[in-house]
Protein backbone atom coordinates (compact mmCIF):
# COMPACT_ATOMS: atom_id res chain seq x y z
CA UNK A 1 0.00 0.00 0.00
CA UNK A 2 2.78 2.44 -0.22
CA UNK A 3 1.75 3.14 -3.76
CA UNK A 4 -2.00 3.46 -2.34
CA UNK A 5 -2.69 6.84 -4.07
CA UNK A 6 -0.56 8.21 -7.03
CA UNK A 7 -0.64 10.01 -10.59
CA UNK A 8 0.78 9.51 -13.80
CA UNK A 9 3.29 11.94 -15.32
CA UNK A 10 2.51 11.00 -18.90
CA UNK A 11 3.09 12.50 -21.89
CA UNK A 12 6.52 14.15 -20.61
CA UNK A 13 9.62 11.41 -20.65
CA UNK A 14 7.17 8.95 -22.52
CA UNK A 15 6.85 11.49 -25.75
CA UNK A 16 9.53 11.07 -28.71
CA UNK A 17 11.08 14.25 -27.07
CA UNK A 18 9.72 15.79 -23.54
CA UNK A 19 7.77 18.75 -24.67
CA UNK A 20 6.72 17.44 -27.80
CA UNK A 21 3.17 16.32 -26.44
CA UNK A 22 2.67 19.35 -24.45
CA UNK A 23 4.50 18.33 -21.19
CA UNK A 24 7.70 19.29 -20.02
CA UNK A 25 8.32 18.69 -16.42
CA UNK A 26 8.55 21.10 -13.61
CA UNK A 27 9.76 20.85 -9.71
CA UNK A 28 6.81 22.58 -8.57
CA UNK A 29 4.92 19.83 -9.91
CA UNK A 30 5.80 17.21 -7.80
CA UNK A 31 4.76 20.13 -4.59
CA UNK A 32 1.58 20.15 -6.24
CA UNK A 33 0.96 16.62 -6.59
CA UNK A 34 2.45 15.69 -2.72
CA UNK A 35 0.28 18.97 -1.51
CA UNK A 36 -3.11 17.54 -2.75
CA UNK A 37 -2.56 14.08 -0.84
CA UNK A 38 -0.84 11.64 -3.07
CA UNK A 39 1.68 9.77 -2.32
CA UNK A 40 3.55 8.33 -5.35
CA UNK A 41 3.69 9.00 -9.15
CA UNK A 42 4.23 6.85 -11.97
CA UNK A 43 6.66 7.99 -14.65
CA UNK A 44 6.59 6.65 -17.95
CA UNK A 45 10.09 6.96 -19.80
CA UNK A 46 10.71 6.02 -23.58
CA UNK A 47 14.33 4.52 -22.66
CA UNK A 48 14.23 2.91 -26.35
CA UNK A 49 13.92 6.18 -27.98
CA UNK A 50 17.11 8.07 -25.86
CA UNK A 51 19.66 4.56 -26.55
CA UNK A 52 21.94 3.31 -29.22
CA UNK A 53 20.53 0.71 -31.64
CA UNK A 54 23.92 -1.24 -31.69
CA UNK A 55 25.37 -3.09 -28.57
CA UNK A 56 26.08 -2.39 -26.05
CA UNK A 57 22.94 -0.11 -26.00
CA UNK A 58 23.97 2.81 -23.89
CA UNK A 59 21.63 5.30 -23.04
CA UNK A 60 21.41 8.88 -23.59
CA UNK A 61 23.87 10.44 -20.60
CA UNK A 62 21.54 13.17 -20.86
CA UNK A 63 18.23 11.53 -20.94
CA UNK A 64 19.26 9.43 -18.25
CA UNK A 65 20.53 12.97 -16.15
CA UNK A 66 16.80 14.19 -16.72
CA UNK A 67 15.11 11.01 -15.46
CA UNK A 68 17.25 11.06 -12.40
CA UNK A 69 16.32 14.61 -11.81
CA UNK A 70 12.84 13.63 -12.57
CA UNK A 71 12.82 10.59 -9.51
CA UNK A 72 14.67 13.17 -6.80
CA UNK A 73 12.17 15.82 -7.76
CA UNK A 74 9.63 12.80 -6.03
CA UNK A 75 11.83 11.59 -3.59
CA UNK A 76 12.56 14.79 -2.40
CA UNK A 77 8.58 15.33 -1.52
CA UNK A 78 8.35 11.62 0.01
CA UNK A 79 7.04 10.41 -2.87
CA UNK A 80 7.54 6.94 -3.89
CA UNK A 81 8.00 6.29 -7.30
CA UNK A 82 7.23 4.13 -9.93
CA UNK A 83 9.77 3.99 -13.28
CA UNK A 84 8.69 1.73 -16.31
CA UNK A 85 9.70 1.00 -19.66
CA UNK A 86 6.88 3.22 -21.99
CA UNK A 87 6.36 3.35 -25.81
CA UNK A 88 8.72 0.84 -26.28
CA UNK A 89 7.28 0.16 -29.94
CA UNK A 90 9.86 -1.76 -30.98
CA UNK A 91 8.75 -4.57 -28.84
CA UNK A 92 5.30 -4.62 -30.40
CA UNK A 93 6.15 -5.07 -33.98
CA UNK A 94 9.60 -6.85 -33.48
CA UNK A 95 10.47 -8.64 -30.37
CA UNK A 96 12.83 -11.20 -31.64
CA UNK A 97 14.59 -8.76 -32.82
CA UNK A 98 14.22 -6.88 -30.33
CA UNK A 99 14.80 -9.01 -27.27
CA UNK A 100 18.26 -8.56 -26.58
CA UNK A 101 18.30 -5.02 -26.67
CA UNK A 102 15.11 -4.68 -24.39
CA UNK A 103 16.99 -7.15 -21.75
CA UNK A 104 20.27 -5.32 -22.30
CA UNK A 105 18.63 -1.71 -21.53
CA UNK A 106 17.26 -3.36 -18.24
CA UNK A 107 20.48 -4.17 -17.28
CA UNK A 108 21.92 -0.65 -17.51
CA UNK A 109 18.99 0.91 -15.90
CA UNK A 110 18.54 -1.55 -13.09
CA UNK A 111 22.42 -1.30 -12.79
CA UNK A 112 22.00 2.75 -12.48
CA UNK A 113 19.73 2.90 -10.05
CA UNK A 114 20.70 -0.25 -7.69
CA UNK A 115 21.71 2.19 -4.71
CA UNK A 116 18.66 4.25 -5.26
CA UNK A 117 16.47 4.38 -2.24
CA UNK A 118 14.02 1.09 -1.82
CA UNK A 119 10.90 3.76 -2.44
CA UNK A 120 11.81 3.64 -5.94
CA UNK A 121 10.02 0.77 -8.16
CA UNK A 122 10.49 -0.79 -11.73
CA UNK A 123 7.80 -1.40 -14.28
CA UNK A 124 9.02 -4.24 -16.51
CA UNK A 125 7.09 -3.05 -19.53
CA UNK A 126 3.64 -0.84 -20.11
CA UNK A 127 1.10 -2.30 -21.69
CA UNK A 128 3.05 -5.54 -24.03
CA UNK A 129 0.77 -5.77 -27.53
CA UNK A 130 1.19 -6.28 -31.02
CA UNK A 131 3.65 -9.31 -32.05
CA UNK A 132 4.61 -9.19 -28.32
CA UNK A 133 2.09 -11.73 -28.09
CA UNK A 134 0.81 -13.48 -24.33
CA UNK A 135 3.26 -16.50 -25.31
CA UNK A 136 6.29 -14.46 -26.21
CA UNK A 137 5.64 -11.98 -22.84
CA UNK A 138 5.53 -15.21 -20.80
CA UNK A 139 9.13 -16.03 -21.90
CA UNK A 140 10.24 -12.77 -21.66
CA UNK A 141 8.83 -11.64 -18.06
CA UNK A 142 11.54 -14.17 -16.17
CA UNK A 143 14.88 -13.14 -18.62
CA UNK A 144 14.19 -9.46 -17.42
CA UNK A 145 13.46 -10.80 -14.18
CA UNK A 146 16.66 -12.64 -13.75
CA UNK A 147 18.42 -9.49 -15.34
CA UNK A 148 17.23 -6.90 -12.55
CA UNK A 149 17.81 -9.47 -9.88
CA UNK A 150 21.02 -9.38 -10.66
CA UNK A 151 21.65 -5.86 -9.44
CA UNK A 152 18.52 -5.05 -6.98
CA UNK A 153 17.41 -8.64 -5.90
CA UNK A 154 15.20 -7.31 -3.69
CA UNK A 155 14.07 -4.41 -5.79
CA UNK A 156 10.25 -3.94 -5.82
CA UNK A 157 9.38 -4.58 -9.85
CA UNK A 158 5.91 -4.32 -10.96
CA UNK A 159 4.79 -6.57 -13.86
CA UNK A 160 1.36 -6.84 -15.73
CA UNK A 161 -0.48 -8.98 -18.43
CA UNK A 162 0.12 -8.99 -22.20
CA UNK A 163 -2.81 -7.35 -24.27
CA UNK A 164 -2.24 -4.04 -23.21
CA UNK A 165 -2.63 -4.55 -19.42
CA UNK A 166 -5.75 -6.56 -19.82
CA UNK A 167 -6.95 -8.25 -16.76
CA UNK A 168 -8.25 -10.95 -18.48
CA UNK A 169 -4.63 -11.91 -19.27
CA UNK A 170 -3.94 -12.32 -15.53
CA UNK A 171 -3.88 -16.15 -15.67
CA UNK A 172 -1.41 -16.30 -18.61
CA UNK A 173 1.33 -14.78 -16.38
CA UNK A 174 4.35 -16.35 -16.14
CA UNK A 175 6.06 -14.77 -12.35
CA UNK A 176 8.89 -16.88 -10.90
CA UNK A 177 7.43 -18.16 -7.57
CA UNK A 178 10.21 -17.29 -5.25
CA UNK A 179 10.50 -13.96 -5.93
CA UNK A 180 8.36 -11.68 -3.47
CA UNK A 181 9.23 -8.76 -4.33
CA UNK A 182 6.52 -8.68 -7.32
CA UNK A 183 3.46 -6.25 -7.79
CA UNK A 184 0.77 -7.44 -10.34
CA UNK A 185 -0.36 -4.45 -12.34
CA UNK A 186 -3.23 -4.06 -14.73
CA UNK A 187 -5.15 -0.88 -16.64
CA UNK A 188 -8.58 -0.05 -16.66
CA UNK A 189 -10.38 1.98 -19.07
CA UNK A 190 -13.50 0.32 -19.59
CA UNK A 191 -16.07 1.19 -20.54
CA UNK A 192 -13.63 2.82 -23.61
CA UNK A 193 -17.02 4.49 -25.04
CA UNK A 194 -17.16 6.08 -22.45
CA UNK A 195 -13.54 6.82 -21.67
CA UNK A 196 -11.54 7.26 -24.50
CA UNK A 197 -14.06 9.14 -26.66
CA UNK A 198 -12.90 11.75 -29.34
CA UNK A 199 -9.00 10.58 -28.54
CA UNK A 200 -7.25 11.17 -31.62
CA UNK A 201 -5.26 7.93 -31.58
CA UNK A 202 -8.69 5.78 -31.35
CA UNK A 203 -9.97 4.82 -34.37
CA UNK A 204 -13.44 5.47 -34.65
CA UNK A 205 -13.51 7.17 -31.26
CA UNK A 206 -14.98 10.51 -32.76
CA UNK A 207 -18.82 8.63 -33.14
CA UNK A 208 -17.99 7.90 -29.29
CA UNK A 209 -18.65 11.68 -28.74
CA UNK A 210 -21.41 12.82 -26.27
CA UNK A 211 -21.21 9.19 -24.47
CA UNK A 212 -22.06 9.76 -20.67
CA UNK A 213 -20.98 7.28 -17.88
CA UNK A 214 -24.22 7.55 -15.10
CA UNK A 215 -23.34 5.14 -12.51
CA UNK A 216 -26.38 3.56 -12.80
CA UNK A 217 -26.81 -0.40 -10.94
CA UNK A 218 -25.50 -1.82 -14.43
CA UNK A 219 -22.78 0.40 -14.70
CA UNK A 220 -21.73 -0.55 -11.41
CA UNK A 221 -22.25 -4.00 -11.32
CA UNK A 222 -20.04 -3.94 -14.33
CA UNK A 223 -17.10 -2.68 -12.48
CA UNK A 224 -17.28 -4.22 -9.36
CA UNK A 225 -17.40 -7.64 -11.39
CA UNK A 226 -14.14 -6.95 -12.91
CA UNK A 227 -12.15 -5.74 -10.37
CA UNK A 228 -13.64 -8.86 -8.15
CA UNK A 229 -11.97 -11.25 -10.74
CA UNK A 230 -8.63 -9.30 -10.11
CA UNK A 231 -9.18 -9.43 -5.93
CA UNK A 232 -9.58 -13.41 -6.81
CA UNK A 233 -6.48 -13.90 -8.72
CA UNK A 234 -4.93 -11.92 -6.29
CA UNK A 235 -5.86 -13.69 -3.43
CA UNK A 236 -5.37 -17.46 -5.24
CA UNK A 237 -1.64 -16.43 -6.27
CA UNK A 238 -0.50 -14.26 -3.34
CA UNK A 239 0.55 -11.03 -5.26
CA UNK A 240 -0.72 -7.67 -4.51
CA UNK A 241 -2.33 -5.36 -7.11
CA UNK A 242 -1.34 -2.24 -8.59
CA UNK A 243 -3.90 -0.14 -10.54
CA UNK A 244 -1.52 1.44 -12.51
CA UNK A 245 -3.84 3.51 -14.98
CA UNK A 246 -7.24 4.84 -15.58
CA UNK A 247 -8.93 7.84 -16.49
CA UNK A 248 -11.03 9.67 -19.11
CA UNK A 249 -10.38 11.95 -21.73
CA UNK A 250 -10.86 15.48 -21.22
CA UNK A 251 -13.86 15.98 -24.33
CA UNK A 252 -16.45 13.78 -21.75
CA UNK A 253 -18.22 15.10 -19.80
CA UNK A 254 -17.21 16.52 -16.52
CA UNK A 255 -20.30 15.13 -14.14
CA UNK A 256 -19.39 11.62 -15.62
CA UNK A 257 -15.53 12.09 -15.52
CA UNK A 258 -16.22 12.85 -11.70
CA UNK A 259 -18.61 9.75 -11.46
CA UNK A 260 -16.76 7.48 -12.84
CA UNK A 261 -13.41 8.42 -11.79
CA UNK A 262 -14.79 7.98 -8.05
CA UNK A 263 -16.22 4.96 -8.57
CA UNK A 264 -13.48 3.65 -10.33
CA UNK A 265 -10.66 4.24 -7.08
CA UNK A 266 -13.10 3.61 -4.55
CA UNK A 267 -13.45 -0.46 -6.13
CA UNK A 268 -9.70 -0.43 -6.29
CA UNK A 269 -9.23 0.33 -2.75
CA UNK A 270 -12.22 -1.84 -1.51
CA UNK A 271 -10.62 -4.14 -2.90
CA UNK A 272 -6.77 -3.03 -1.58
CA UNK A 273 -5.35 -2.35 -4.45
CA UNK A 274 -3.24 0.57 -4.51
CA UNK A 275 -3.85 2.68 -7.52
CA UNK A 276 -2.64 5.95 -10.09
CA UNK A 277 -4.73 7.92 -12.26
CA UNK A 278 -3.56 8.61 -15.75
CA UNK A 279 -2.56 11.50 -15.88
CA UNK A 280 -1.20 14.79 -14.05
CA UNK A 281 -1.93 17.90 -16.56
CA UNK A 282 -2.51 15.83 -20.63
CA UNK A 283 -5.64 14.96 -22.26
CA UNK A 284 -6.92 13.17 -19.36
CA UNK A 285 -5.50 15.25 -16.72
CA UNK A 286 -6.69 15.95 -13.52
CA UNK A 287 -4.90 19.08 -13.32
CA UNK A 288 -4.47 22.44 -15.67
CA UNK A 289 -1.21 23.30 -15.74
CA UNK A 290 -2.37 26.38 -17.77
CA UNK A 291 -4.20 27.40 -15.09
CA UNK A 292 -2.21 26.58 -12.35
CA UNK A 293 -5.01 24.56 -10.86
CA UNK A 294 -6.20 21.58 -10.42
CA UNK A 295 -9.38 20.30 -12.34
CA UNK A 296 -11.43 20.06 -8.59
CA UNK A 297 -14.49 17.74 -9.63
CA UNK A 298 -11.64 15.28 -10.74
CA UNK A 299 -9.31 15.80 -7.59
CA UNK A 300 -12.31 15.49 -5.37
CA UNK A 301 -13.09 12.21 -6.84
CA UNK A 302 -9.85 10.74 -6.43
CA UNK A 303 -9.51 12.35 -2.73
CA UNK A 304 -12.21 12.71 -0.59
CA UNK A 305 -14.08 9.75 1.06
CA UNK A 306 -16.93 10.22 2.75
Given at each position: ?84 FH ?100 HY ?114 MD??
Amino acid sequence: MRLARGINLGNALDAPEEGLWGVTLEAGYFKTIKAAGFNAVRIPVRWSAHADGNPPYAVDRAFLDRVDWAIEQALSQGLFVVVDFHHYEEMSTRPGEEQARFITLWGEVARHYQTWPSTLSFELLNEPEGELTDARWAKLVPMLLQTIRQSNPRRMVIVGPGQQYDLKGLDRLNLPAKDDNLIVTFHYYEPAHFTHQGADWVEGSAAWLGTRWAGSVRDRRALHDDFAKVAAWSMQHNRPIYLGEFGSHRVADMPSRQRWTRAVAEEAESNGFAWAYWEFCSVFGAYDADRGRWRQPLLRALMDRD
